[in-house]
């Protein structure tokens, strides 16, 4: 399974962006997807995910500005972020699994886009 993200970038602050994580490969038997972050010198942090069947969680500290989405004829996952700060400033990784565990590492990584916010 191979996991492309895009979507980074320079956002102003109170700003939104759009991610997008296209999956290929052997992607048949993926269930959840997920968005993970780690800003510089904190940990990475689950943002959200979203089971094949379209269930989803979120991480408390967003506060209901990040939506997840997929669109499984596509093999594609978003997530829409609105009222951005700079405490949103990380590497943005998508992040695929068989399971939907969320309580342990997923199997398939992408590489990470970055997403800037400032004034």
């Known amino acids: 399974v191979q996991l492309q993200a895009s979507g980074g970038g320079w956002v102003r602050t109170g700003g939104s962006l759009r991610l997008s994580c296209a999956a290929s490969?052997?992607?048949?038997?993926?269930?959840?997807m997920g968005w993970y972050r780690q800003a510089p010198g904190k940990q990475r942090e689950l943002v959200a995910g979203i089971t094949r069947g379209g269930m989803t969680i979120y991480s408390d500290s967003i506060e209901d500005r990040f939506t997840i989405s997929r669109d499984n004829a596509k093999s594609t996952m978003y997530l829409q972020g609105n009222y951005l700060t700079p405490e949103d400033t990380a590497v943005y990784y998508c992040?695929?699994?068989?399971?939907?565990?969320?309580?342990?590492?997923?199997?398939?990584w992408g590489q990470g886009t970055l997403v800037t916010v400032s004034s």
């Open positions: 490969g052997s992607i048949f038997g993926i269930n959840a």
């Open positions: 992040a695929a699994d068989e399971t939907a565990d969320y309580s342990r590492d997923f199997r398939y």
